[in-house]
């Protein structure tokens, strides 16, 4: 289960919901030119929005647990990851068109008005208050779109019996291996002072990559649950999604779509 953790940890860390709330909020703060002051905020707000993510984890880890014993309840989780996953990959081709699992337009406004208010000139204790408040809405509103690798991840711990200390190791190896790209943002961004923008197109790839792992995981819980049991399997599984993302985007360029 560890190595599964890692894998699926990783590809979460790429989620474009969690990448575009913090680099808007980057983009807010760096006119500050404090790095200190940058590197409290960005800080404040990860540790937030990753306790809150460990809380919902851990729920669901508890609630699967329970559930694994009635009947049809693996079936439900990878009739989910199929669906997660289908849903993701038709992003990539109509990002803007039918049901998505990102962000809904109506939040966006409160979430550029939160980080305007986490810019404003404020004692830096005052700033870390509105940054906990603003990490809190965001963690919420954002779950929609960062649940599906938790469930298919709790559904696996919870069939291997995985539990007490063993659970607490591995959702601690998971919420810092998901952390890493976060990190990785903020810490260029306190070194340069600039932030990249995000733009729609590395959305669009970010959720084809997810949806492809998402289907591949689907699969393999209908039909055979042990490869993400073993290192050799899981990188079997995730590498084979991965190459078929990498297939769709060169195919779609060539059509240039």
Known sequence: MLFATLLI??????????????????????????????????GTFLLVTASIYGVFIAGLFAALSVARHLAGIQLVVALFALAFGAVSVKDYFALHRGFSFSIPERFKPSIYRGSREVRRERPLPVTLLVTVVLAGGVALVELPCTAGFPVVWSSLLAEARVEGAAFAGLLAVYLLVY???????????????????????????????????????????????????????????????????????????????
Not at 33 to 39: H, K
Not at 194 to 208: A, D, V, Y
Not at 215 to 227: D, I, K, N, Q, T
């Open 9 to 42: 940890a990783f590809v979460d860390g790429f989620n474009p919901c969690s990448i575009w709330v913090l680099s808007v909020l980057l983009a807010m703060i760096l006119g500050s030119g404090s790095r200190a002051r940058i590197a409290a905020v960005g």
């Open 179 to 257: 952390l890493m790209i976060e990190v990785a943002i903020l810490t260029v961004a306190i070194a340069t002072l600039s932030i990249g923008r995000m733009q729609e197109s590395h959305g669009r790839t970010l959720k084809l990559i997810g949806g492809m792992v998402m289907l591949a995981l689907g699969l393999v819980m209908l039909v055979a649950p042990e490869l993400m049991e073993s290192l050799t399997g899981s990188l079997a599984v995730i590498g084979g999604a991965l190459a078929g993302a990498l297939l769709v985007m060169a195919i779609s360029r060539l059509r240039g779509t």
